[in-house]
């Protein structure tokens, strides 16, 4: 059965922009755009350009791309009270922005027509059809945001009707639904909508809900199955209070469980690359857990879990993870049996061979530092070294001899740390100096520069995240902790984890662990120093 299509129109540049802590550039809000239009985005709403210079920017460096597939929106109210649409300043800033598409919000909930702006009920329909029909007759296609629709929907059906009916009189190309407090549940969206679709035309028929309740896919995804085609939101789900809803769970929805078509297969093979993107741009950490694209989407800890899908993924995969651009990974931790263990080193590219002997000594090893605070399944680069340890694929490539690190400080200066270090490689040893802004930063510069003179290659990576956490709190200040690194190089990304009661030490294991796994990846521990 051939898919029946869906429109995607996303508002993450500026809907999604309303969200605690996301703030885009103009220059960024175009990169973004870029990377929409090469997906097959079908509209790309850019901002308000009535709003604020920053919008009225991107607006005019938009006109110097050519969108392949998506049409670029602009977004506004409409006209004011009390004045004509052609003397209104943001119908003229939407004409400005020279988009081919623009969407206008009006007001479908009387609550807000009498009492938030004022006026009757009637001048707000006078609005709504005068500014559509002001923006159809200078060539625009037009999208009406039936804004708070489903809070009128439930206080005053027959007016919120109303305000549809002077958007379609006035020829809107689309009418859009939204709950704007995202307080609407999947049942009485989906009856709203299937009254409202009897009565206009299914193929012009969008939603936008926001996700105060949790509920903003779902209900996407229930307006869609009663009859709507376009679905508004924005990637990561980024937007203001609790967000919108989460364009990369509701096109995998569309796409992979309703047979609705979205994106290509090549596109939608780009999800998982988007929403990081989005992320990084955003300088909002992603988060693990998001379905479809998060990094623990398709992450297994449980031995019977892992146990079966070494024999079918579908055991305990909802989808193939490629399909989204993600990927499986299995989890060690002390819940890990020997299949996890025999996965995992696949997954690692460790041979364990068929040693039973060793597969135990590796589960009992993993059960017994996990019970002191170490935590391998947020650290694989640890992981890696310790089956490399056990197996004897790995020979230490630096030894210990000793360190220390003073920290000093004085009056309201900043604290000043200092490091000294001794190792020693093969025969040779090294005994070095380094300052840091901290104890750690110290350490870390100090063992670099000790390293270095033997393994240049350590200057390719460099550590990107520090974070200390406490294993068991009951202690206070003498308490546990528990040290992770994350490190790259020019390929990859590694984590490390270190646990002790002092914070120095545990982060000198993560920083040996970090170090370690790069020659060991890199295959250095085979030269005459290790």
Request: hydrophobic share 40%; glycine share 8%.
């Amino acid at each position: 059965m051939e898919a029946q299509r869906v429109f995607i129109y996303d508002t993450t540049l500026r809907d999604g922009t309303h969200g605690e802590k996301i703030n885009f550039s103009a220059e960024e809000k175009l990169r973004i755009a870029q990377r929409l239009d090469e997906l097959g985005f079908h509209y790309i709403e850019g901002g308000w350009p009535g709003s604020n210079p920053k919008d009225v920017r991107f607006f005019e460096m938009a006109k110097g791309f050519s969108f392949r597939h998506a049409r670029l929106t602009a977004f506004g109210s409409t006209r004011k009270p009390g004045i004509r649409p052609e003397n209104c300043r943001n119908l003229r800033a939407l004409l400005r922005a020279e988009t081919p598409a623009v969407a206008i919000f009006g007001k479908s909930w009387n609550l807000h027509v009498t009492e938030i702006l004022g006026i009757p009920l009637e001048e707000n329909l006078e609005m709504i059809r005068d500014s559509i029909a002001f923006l159809k007759a200078r060539g625009k296609e037009v999208i009406f945001d039936a804004e708070h629709f489903f809070d009128g929907w439930r206080h005053n059906p027959a007016y919120s009707l109303e305000t549809l009916k002077a958007a379609r009189d006035a020829e809107a190309d689309w009418i859009v639904l939204c709950d704007t407090n995202g307080g609407a549940l999947p049942h009485d969206l989906t009856a709203a909508v299937q009254k409202v679709a009897a009565l206009f035309p299914l193929d012009r028929l969008g939603i936008h809900v926001h996700n105060d309740c949790g509920l903003a896919v779902a209900n996407t995804l229930a307006a869609v199955h009663a009859g709507a085609v376009m679905v508004q939101g924005t990637v990561n789900g980024y937007g203001e209070r609790c967000g919108n809803a989460d364009l990369t769970s509701v096109i995998g929805n569309l796409q992979l469980k309703m047979n609705r078509a979205c994106l290509s297969e090549a596109s939608l093979r780009q999800l998982t690359n988007l929403s990081y993107y989005v992320s990084e741009v955003a300088n909002v950490r992603p988060l693990p857990f998001r379905p479809f694209v998060g990094r623990s989407a398709f992450a297994h800890k449980g031995g019977v879990h892992v146990s079966a899908l070494a024999k079918n993924p579908l055991a305990y995969e909802h989808i193939r993870p490629e399909w989204v651009g993600n990927r499986q990974r299995v989890l060690v931790s002390d819940l890990a049996g020997k299949s996890s263990i025999a996965f995992k080193a696949k997954e690692l590219g460790i041979d364990l061979g068929d040693n039973e002997a060793v597969n135990r000594k590796i589960v009992w090893e993993i059960k017994r530092l996990e019970d002191q605070g170490f935590q391998f399944d947020a650290a694989d680069g640890s992981l890696a070294l310790l089956m490399k340890k056990i197996t004897g694929a790995f020979k230490e490539p630096f030894t210990l001899q000793c360190f220390s690190v003073t920290n000093g400080k004085t009056r309201n200066n900043p604290s000043l740390c200092q490091a000294t270090i001794k190792i020693s490689v093969g025969n040779e040893e090294e005994l070095t100096a380094a300052e840091g802004n901290g104890p750690v930063n110290a350490l870390d510069h100090a063992l670099r520069k000790a390293l270095t003179k033997f393994y240049p290659q350590i200057n390719e990576m460099h550590l990107i995240d520090f974070k200390v956490r406490i294993v068991e709190g009951s202690e206070g200040t003498a308490a546990r902790v528990k040290v992770l690194l994350d490190s790259r190089d020019g390929e990859e990304v590694w984590s490390t984890i270190g646990v002790s009661e002092n914070i120095i030490e545990a982060s000198w294991q993560a920083l040996v662990d970090s170090i370690q796994y790069k020659l060991s990846k890199d295959k250095l521990n085979k030269n005459d120093h290790a």
